[in-house]
């Protein structure tokens, strides 16, 4: 019954700023990290941040300084905003838990958000 919603995705251009939202619902352990993953065709899904209950963000060095994550535990909700968006950062964003173990993903995926990223 656990189920993660994802919303905010769209089309930006170039130097835009999108914010995503992860609605969770259901028996997640939320005691534990949410993450966001994305995934571009032909590529391997990649790690961009996660965050932990107690809001310590992890988030991968290529993303520091323009994505943030954060979390609202009260209403489970896992947030990620994305500044001066870039057309290589065009994917299918996808919320992810619970994160048990930093570079494993948890066992919950949304149904992802498209980002697109054009002029």
């Known amino acids: 019954q656990v189920q993660l919603v994802e919303s905010g995705g769209g089309l930006v251009q170039p130097g835009g700023s999108l914010k995503l939202s992860c609605a969770a619902s259901?028996?997640?352990?939320?005691?534990?990290?949410m993450g966001w993953y994305r995934q571009v065709p032909g590529k391997q899904r990649e790690f961009i941040a996660g965050i932990t209950q107690q809001h310590i963000p992890n988030v991968v060095t290529s993303f520091k300084g323009r994505f943030r994550i954060s979390r609202d535990n009260a209403q489970k909700m896992v947030y990620l905003e994305m500044n001066n968006l870039q057309p290589e950062d065009t994917a299918v964003y996808y919320c992810?838990?619970?994160?048990?173990?930093?570079?494993?993903?948890?066992?919950?995926w949304g149904q992802g958000t498209q980002v697109t990223v054009s002029s």
């Open positions: 992810n838990g619970p994160i048990r173990t930093w570079g494993s993903p948890g066992d919950y």
């Open positions: 259901g028996s997640i352990d939320w005691v534990y990290a």
